[in-house]
């Protein structure tokens, strides 16, 4: 649904364009035009810096360890019970 609407003035615009009563100073809209024209209004993805790439890392692999100990730790209580 949200690709008819987006791409429906595009389709019109590329038809505009290759009319024959176009001006002969447009060429037609080309795939990698109508790509930047679509994705004109999104904002650029953030910038990240090493530093963000090296703390990120640095929780993400405290967060795995931390996940590891609890999940041993809950298992070996099972054990124990049973």
């Known amino acids: ?21 176009r001006p002969p100073d447009l060429a037609p809209v080309s795939c990698p035009e109508l790509l930047k024209l679509l994705r004109a209004p999104a904002p650029p993805p953030p910038a990240r810096d090493s530093d963000h790439a090296v703390s990120w890392s640095a929780w993400q692999l405290h967060h795995q360890t931390a996940a590891q100990a609890r999940h041993r730790r809950r298992h070996q209580r099972h054990e124990q019970v049973t």
């Open 1 to 21: 649904m949200t690709a008819a609407i987006v791409l429906t003035p595009a389709r019109a615009a590329t038809e505009i364009r290759t009319a024959a009563d």
